[in-house]
T-cell receptor, first 114, second 115 residues
Framework: AQSVTQPDIHITVSEGASLELRCNYSYGATPYLFWYVQSPGQGLQLLLKYFSGDTLVQGIKGFEAEFKRSQSSFNLRKPSVHWSDAAEYFCAVGARSGNTPLVFGKGTRLSVIA | DSGVTQTPKHLITATGQRVTLRCSPRSGDLSVYWYQQSLDQGLQFLIHYYNGEERAKGNILERFSAQQFPDLHSELNLSSLELGDSALYFC??????????????FGSGTRLTVV
């Protein structure tokens, strides 16, 4: 069964600084990979997803993520963080066959300071 | 607005009671997934329906049940509620019966508080 680890529970960055949120997965083959963002009181919004092909994926709001098969990682990055990026970020993994639903990591809470 | 509608947004009820959470999927989506989000457990998959049929079950308690109706809306029924059932319950929808890389579209959730 697949699993997802987000090692950082909480990260604080300064506005304008770069950001990298880590995600490691466990799966027997190459899975589908996703990053979602959850603002307070809101549902989860899809930021980006990896299907296949180019390992650097562009998403909404200026985010990107890089799939590294050798490291079983799918880290999320943003070159310059804005105060509105403060939220909870979830990495998720999906199997390429069968009916297994998406499995989510426990999330990383991002705080942005001035 | 994601297109996935969940009602009610908030629910406060007493232990031992029964509640029903409702979800209308995004137009055209046939799959509905229910997840429970709590501080200590994160997002836990409960159950998946596709076009009215149950397709997968996660760590769903026997006190919980769900169904998907012909108009594709889904209801999650929680009975004999306990304090530990207090959580945010999300519904998500997808066009496919399995992942196929589409991802899910989430509703804004129902916050259940059991007192």
């Amino acid at each position: 069964a697949q699993s997802v680890t987000q090692p950082d529970i909480h990260i604080t960055v300064s506005e304008g600084a770069s950001l990298e949120l880590r995600c490691n997965y466990s799966y027997g083959a190459t899975p589908y990979l996703f990053w979602y963002v959850q603002s307070p009181g809101q549902g989860l919004q899809l930021l980006l997803k990896y299907f296949s092909g180019d390992t650097l994926v562009q998403g909404i709001k200026g985010f990107e993520a890089e799939f590294k098969r050798s490291q079983s990682s799918f880290n999320l990055r943003k070159p310059s963080v804005h105060w509105s990026d403060a939220a909870e970020y979830f990495c998720a993994v999906g199997a390429r066959s069968g009916n297994t639903p998406l499995v989510f990591g426990k999330g990383t809470r991002l705080s942005v300071i001035a | 607005d994601s297109g996935v509608t969940q009602t009610p947004k908030h629910l406060i009820t007493a232990t031992g009671q029964r509640v029903t959470l409702r979800c209308s999927p995004r137009s055209g989506d046939l799959s509905v997934y229910w997840y429970q989000q709590s501080l200590d457990q994160g997002l836990q998959f409960l159950i998946h329906y596709y076009n009215g049929e149950e397709r997968a079950k996660g760590n769903i308690l026997e006190r919980f049940s769900a169904q998907q109706f012909p108009d594709l809306h889904s209801e999650l029924n929680l009975s004999s509620l306990e304090l530990g059932d207090s959580a945010l319950y999300f519904c998500a929808s997808s066009v496919a019966t399995n992942n196929r890389g589409y991802g899910y579209t989430f509703g804004s959730g129902t916050r259940l508080t059991v007192v």
